[in-house]
């Protein structure tokens, strides 16, 4: 009890003690001198083809509205020529082999049907490309490649969503030019002849109509001499 009664004795006395008087606000500090940014790497332009090693290509389908059914293809090619200092100036082919459809844990047969008459249709569309008409930047990082996309047959613009990862001119063990992309876009199926289980209006039973894609690509450029000789 008397440990009890001392406590509440030194609360008592804290609280009836004088407060020290409030602290002023300091003053703003001054503004100190913002250090610039490293210059971007002055990557040569020229051409630049695709490092299959360090690229994907991905796409993404809702399947029942309980989840985006998602898949790849294997075989795919690409040449930029590209030229850091004027986008316009850039331009982008690719070319998508559709028998190299890429399934996780597919049923048996299932392939078969994705790449058959009623979807992809590959015997008779062997290829799909993508032709690019206009390259330009939206940010410091940032741009939008639109293009022409023939698929199953049907060619229409399509616009990629594109980020530029860096690059560099060179390494001792890597010695080319080398340059990195993200990208993002997206299409309807049906506008390209594939409208195969599209869900009825105002229903998600079936496999959606849009397709989702999704890009990851190096470049492998002009060697580290001609760049460091310019």
Same mark, same amino acid.
């Given at each position: 009890m008397k440990s009890v009664l001392s406590v509440f004795t030194v609360l008592? +006395?804290? @609280?009836c003690s004088p407060q020290p008087a409030e602290k002023k606000a300091d003053a703003p500090a001054a503004p100190t001198a913002s250090?610039?940014?490293?210059p971007k790497?002055?990557?040569?332009?020229?051409?630049?083809t695709l490092d299959k090693t360090h690229a994907s290509l991905t796409f993404k389908v809702s399947h029942l509205g309980f989840s985006n059914y998602t898949a790849s293809f294997a075989d795919f090619d690409a040449k930029l020529r590209f030229d850091q200092a004027n986008a316009a100036a850039s331009s982008l082919e690719a070319t998508i082999d559709p028998?190299? +459809?890429?399934?996780?844990?597919?049923?048996?047969?299932?392939q078969k049907d994705l790449t058959g008459p009623?979807? +992809?249709? @590959?015997a008779r569309y062997p290829a799909i490309t993508?032709?690019?008409?206009?390259?330009?930047?939206?940010g410091a990082d940032t741009g939008k490649v639109t293009g022409d996309l023939t +698929?199953?047959?049907v060619t229409k613009p399509v616009t990629l969503d594109v980020t530029y990862n860096g690059g560099y001119v060179g390494h001792p063990m890597d010695p080319n030019a080398r340059i990195g992309f993200s @990208?993002?876009?997206?299409?309807?199926?049906?506008?390209?002849?594939?409208?195969?289980?599209v869900p009825a209006p105002g229903t998600t039973m079936g496999v959606g109509d849009e397709v989702q894609v999704e890009i990851e690509a190096e470049f492998s450029g002009p060697p580290l001499k001609a760049a460091s000789s310019n």
């Open positions: 008592a +006395l804290a @609280a250090v610039p940014k490293p790497a002055e990557i040569p332009a020229g051409d630049y028998r190299s +459809l890429t399934l996780p844990a597919p049923p048996p047969g299932f009623q979807w +992809l249709d @590959a993508f032709k690019s008409t206009r390259i330009e930047t939206t +698929l199953h047959g @990208a993002k876009g997206a299409f309807k199926r049906s506008d390209f002849g594939i409208a195969y289980g």
